[in-house]
Every structure is written in C-alpha cells, then in structure tokens.
C-alpha cells in the first residue's frame, strides 16, 4: 500500500487520480483539500469493501491543483467523461440527453409537448427539461398533465377524437371537447412547463470567469465558458487566445450546465465577456 506521507500531497484545492501497476486509470476525484480527501479514502478501506479495492490496486497517485472549488468541479467533471475511470460511475457521460419543446400548431390555438433529443450545442430558451432517457420524459409531462389537469390529446399524447381518457376521468378540463378555450389551456401548459424551463445562454460571446487561488490570494484561475459549454482553465488572461484557439468541442453537457450555473450565483464572482481576444467586465 502506499505510503501518503511520502506523496507530499497539497493541503489546497484540486482533482487528484488513482492508477494502478498497469498505469490504467482508476479514480479521478475532486476536493477543496487534496490530502484529505485522498486520506479518507484509505481510511474508509478499513470497513467499505469498495474502498478497500480501490486503494489496495492503487500504485500511483497524482494530483492538479485549482485555484478554488469552482475549477475542481469543471476539471473532475471533464476528466472522468473523456477519461472514464474504472470507479467513477456517477459522472459517466450521458450519451443522450432529452428535453420538451412546445410546438404551436398552424392554424390553430393547440400546443403540442414534442420529446426531443437534444443535439443544440447549449441550452435554448423553447426547451424544458434535461432527462436521461426518452422515457423519463415522457413520465415527466404524464406527471405534468396530471398536476395541471393538461389533456394528454391536446399536448400529443394520446391520439383520436371527441372527448379524452382524462376527461372521462375527470383529470382533464375539456380542451379536447371544447368544454375549455383552447387559449386557456395553453396558459395553463405554460405554467406547468415555466419551472422546467432552460437558461439560455445570455451573452452573445463566450465568458470568462476569473476565480482567486484560495491560498495564493494574487494568483486566479481563468475558466473559459460558451454555451454553458467548458472550454478549458488557463492560469492567466494571456493563455485565454491560445486556449479559444484551440478548438476544444463545445458540446452541451447537463453536469457542466449545473456547475456553471452555481459558480454565476455565488458571490463574488469575478466575470468577463470574453470578445476580440479582450476581456471586458460583465456589469
């Protein structure tokens, strides 16, 4: 086993990575403090059988610092999906991601709910909801239907004619019967879809975040972002051309998407428009 004492590991930020003899890759992991996470985890070898397989295979250990937590997340993240670890599970790329968009149809007041996969390289503002299958989706608007009294027939989910299965029921309010205006089921399926609704990408350029080291206060990380899409992490604005340059692929990625949109929240953000290779402020 190894002896952490002489892996000298920082006390700071960071991804650190377990490989085994064979130099196949492990483990890829996050925290704000290298050397603890990486000590509990062979402390946990001790009673949890998975811990204890991970460690007793592990020959090396080596480690990136961050700047602060925000950089951890976006670098474990990226790493575990173009790497694929052995033990990382939770993380694995999604090979398909699927949304709702409503869909007006000509001529007419009625709203279709289409289940889409989503190919957009980021999220639009007419898309509802991030799913892992086809069938959670479809779950998702069942269940949305049901709540809002939605008529299945009029969002497209049930075919025919006259009055639907939910109204018969009781769980629809009779848009397909001409019982409710079409106009005010369509408020309605408005409401319901509101909470799900994506955050479009607000900028018309990529943005860049600036993130102060947690223990070298003059020093910050720089993550370049588009599209809620990852681009990479420079240690200074002077890299930032060579790194859009680059060319990295800006596919959507729900887990990116959820990262990037707590790093924007919390306070103190430091964030610049990043257009004509300058960075100016974001107010």
């Known amino acids: ?7 000298n590991l920082p006390l700071s930020p960071g991804v650190y990575r377990f490989y085994n003899r064979d130099e196949v890759l492990l483990y890829v992991g996050k925290s704000i403090n290298i050397a603890q996470r990486v000590r509990s985890h062979f402390q946990a070898s ?13 020959t090396r250990i080596t480690y990136t610092p961050t700047a602060g937590e925000t950089g951890a997340l976006l670098l474990e993240n990226h790493q575990i999906k173009t790497l694929q670890p052995l033990y990382n599970r939770r993380l694995r790329k999604t090979r398909q991601l699927w949304t709702l968009q409503p869909q007006p149809i000509a001529g007419s007041d009625r709203v279709e709910v289409r289940i889409k996969a989503l190919h957009a390289e980021s999220a ?37 004619s ?3 299965f939910g109204h018969q029921i ?21 409401r319901a879809l509101a909470s799900k609704q994506l955050k479009a990408w607000p900028w018309t350029c990529p943005l860049v975040i600036e993130e102060p080291s947690v223990i070298r206060p003059t020093t910050s990380d720089w993550h370049l972002i588009s599209g809620w899409a990852y681009l990479g992490t420079v240690a200074h604005p002077d890299e930032l051309e060579a790194l ?6 800006a596919s959507f990625d729900l887990d990116t998407y959820f990262i990037l949109q707590k790093a924007l929240k919390t306070p103190g953000s430091l964030l610049y428009k990043w257009q004509n290779q300058r960075l100016s402020p974001v107010r």
């Open 1 to 7: 086993m190894l002896d952490l004492a002489e892996l």
């Open 244 to 249: 859009a340059k680059a060319g990295a692929p």
């Open 46 to 58: 001790h009673h949890q059988a998975k811990e204890a397989r991970l460690v007793n295979q592990t």
């Open 162 to 164: 006259g009055r639907c």
């Open 124 to 160: 639009q503002p007419e898309l509802y909801g991030l799913f892992a299958s086809k069938a959670a989706t479809l779950k998702q608007v069942r269940t949305l239907a049901r709540q809002f009294q939605l008529c299945e027939r009029v969002i497209g989910l049930e075919s025919g």
């Open 170 to 190: 009781g769980q629809c309010l009779g848009a397909c019967c001409g019982k409710e205006p079409l106009t005010q089921h369509t408020e309605r399926l408005n």
